[in-house]
Every structure is written in structure tokens, then in C-alpha cells.
């Protein structure tokens, strides 16, 4: 029996862990990894790309069965989950890291993504302001890593190597602690803005 020839489909909408889930329940997507891509820092971590200076995305890869869902479908579920109008922002997440990207892995991707992006534009009161990017094809100094998309690491002290971590589905602890570190963040970069009660239930809200 033949092996069914797989595609990727790439995108950036802000925090990676609800766009993965929503990419997930789709049939006929055979894997879906939260990451980064779109910078030049080789292998960033999760802090390394909070700085906001790795040129980094965090973003979400998604490998498909094209005889079982159009490329289409995925544009739609990305369009619907996040606003394409704020510049380097969603909610409460703000930094070039959480911006609108659209990567696309060959010309019948950019073709369409850019066809869809135009048809839209008149429905927002704002300009969408998504870039519509080629994936990096390899890092410059290793053109063995495809891509160029760095899946979410940790380091295993053990071997003395970074591995990728589980993700969301794999349960509900990881998830948890991001949140943790979000609020963390919040209340020592704002610590006036977090005594406010009103916007502390917003903000643990929104997370």
C-alpha cells in the first residue's frame, strides 16, 4: 500500500496553544506542532524568543492529508481565531512574537492565502496587517534542519540535548504552568496595572 504523500501548512496567531487545539480537531491533519519560525536565531527557547529579539513568531506547523481537507480549511480556522488587524499584538499578548503570519510552503499556498487575504480586507473596519511569508526552507548553517521551524524544546540534562516537549494534548500540567508564567510576567513587568482588580479578572480571563 502506498504512503500517503503529506503537506505542511504554517501559522502564527498569537499564543500557539489555542490555534494548535483548534487545528487538531480537524479530520484528515495528521500532526500538529507548536513552535517558532520566521526569525534567525537557530534553536530558540521559550524565553530567548520572549525578548522579542530572535525575529521569531511562535507559531503552529500542521502536517496533512491533502485527499482529506483543503488547504482552505486551514485559512478558515485561522482567519476565525484571532484578529488579523492589531499589529504585533492579540489580547493581552503583545510583542512581535505574537504576530499575524501566514507561511506558506509553495506558490499554490501564497496564491491562495494572498486571494483570501484580499477578499477579507473589505469586511475589517481596520487594514489586516498579516504578513504572507515563505517558510525558511533550512538555516544557513544547517541545511539539514527543515524548515527551519524550532517545534518546542527543553533541554534533557541526561543525554545533554534538547528534545521536543510534549504539547498540549499530552496533558493538562504544561498547559497550567503557562498560564502561571504569563500571570507571573503580568504581575512583576506591572505590578500598578495588576493591583487593579477589575483588570487582574480580565487578564486571568483572557489567558
Known sequence: ?????????????????????????????????????????????????????????EAVQIEFDPKKIKYNKFLDIFWKN???TTQNRQGFDIGTQYRSVIFYHNETQKNTATLVLNELAAYYKNPIVTEITEVRKHWK???????????????????????????????????????ANRVKDWRANWPAVWDNINLRARVVQAL
Not at 494548535?20 to 521559550?46: C, H, M, Q, W
Not at 527543553?154 to 497550567?176: F, I, W
Request: charged residues 25%; glycine residues 12%.
Open 1 to 57: 500500500m502506498a504512503k500517503t504523500k503529506t503537506q505542511k501548512a504554517t501559522f502564527a496567531a498569537g499564543c500557539f496553544w489555542h490555534v494548535e487545539a483548534e487545528f487538531r480537531k480537524l479530520k484528515g491533519v495528521i500532526d500538529v506542532k507548536s513552535g517558532y519560525t520566521g526569525g534567525t536565531f537557530k534553536n530558540p527557547s521559550y524565553e530567548d524568543v520572549c525578548t522579542g529579539r530572535t525575529g521569531h513568531a
Open 82 to 84: 484571532h484578529n488579523p
Open 141 to 179: 548553517d544547517d541545511p539539514g534542519l527543515e524548515g527551519g521551524f524550532v517545534p518546542l524544546m527543553e533541554y534533557n540534562a541526561k543525554e545533554d540535548r534538547l528534545k521536543p516537549t510534549q504539547t498540549l494534548l499530552m496533558g493538562e500540567s504544561q498547559v497550567l504552568n503557562s498560564i
